[in-house]
């Protein structure tokens, strides 16, 4: 089973943590973010494509050719134009069906033992208090229909959590461009695009946290440090 991890970023708003140390090596509690995002992956997956840009050789340096006994490909996005450009960087590598996670987000790994038990699916998750994100609309049978980013949607909204599970039917469809960023390309709107042929099943996320910014981090670490006795991350 693969794994796609999207690395290349340059966390821009996380500078200047970020000027000399890519993000997905910022580190919570003592280690990198990288890390938490290895711990989600179900048993099941053995092979992981890391998509790695800026100050990817860091990345590279770190997790090897093989990393806590998986395998470890790299796919370098030389020009950054968002998540689903990332995505189909990978596209040589991809076999069949494969999970896709970001490298910077804190997952729980039930969760993403969920999206692995449909054919395709993305993560969610309810926000509880007012802030930005891919909005999720959904069909009348409860799947994904669209996605809609804003820079301000009330508490209880769905937002996308940015994890999914998919075939490699998604490289069938054009990248979606995104219309509030300019020179990206979304990955949760490429997968509404494709969820109007192939349903894409809804999994609400019992916890997920967004690393975006220095707060964050240390947000992060004290959601970590109270829960570091259970399974969510």
């Known amino acids: 089973m693969q794994a796609v991890i999207l690395a290349a970023g340059r966390g821009v708003r ?3 943590l970020t000027d000399t140390t890519p993000k997905p090596l910022l580190k919570i509690a003592g280690r990198p973010l990288l890390e938490y995002t290895f711990d ?8 992981v494509i890391v998509v790695i840009g800026y ?3 860091q990345i590279r340096a770190y997790l090897g050719d093989n990393f806590r ?3 470890i490909e790299y796919v370098t996005q030389k020009k950054l134009e968002g998540t689903a450009k990332a995505l189909f960087e ?5 076999r069949e069906k494969f999970l896709v996670l970001m490298a910077d987000d804190l997952y729980a790994k039930a969760d993403i033992e969920k999206c692995l038990a449909r054919e395709q699916a993305i993560l969610l998750i309810k926000i509880d208090q007012p802030g930005p994100g891919g909005k999720a609309l959904l069909d009348n049978a409860g799947n994904l229909a669209e996605v809609v980013e804003g820079k301000e949607y009330p508490a209880g909204t769905l937002i996308s ?5 998919l075939s490699e039917k998604i490289f069938e469809y054009d990248p979606v461009k995104l219309t509030d960023r300019e020179g990206e390309w979304g990955l949760p709107q490429t997968g509404a695009r494709f969820a109007r042929d192939h349903p894409v099943f809804v999994v609400t996320a019992t916890r997920w946290i967004k690393i975006t910014t220095p707060e964050d981090l240390k947000h992060a670490e004290q959601i ?10």
């Open 14 to 16: 996380m500078k200047p």
């Open 40 to 47: 989600a992956l179900p048993k099941e997956v053995d092979e």
């Open 55 to 57: 100050l990817g050789e």
């Open 69 to 71: 006994g998986r395998r």
């Open 90 to 94: 990978a596209r040589p590598f991809l």
């Open 161 to 165: 959590a940015n994890a999914f599970s």
């Open 224 to 233: 970590v440090a109270t829960h570091r006795s259970t399974d969510l991350f």
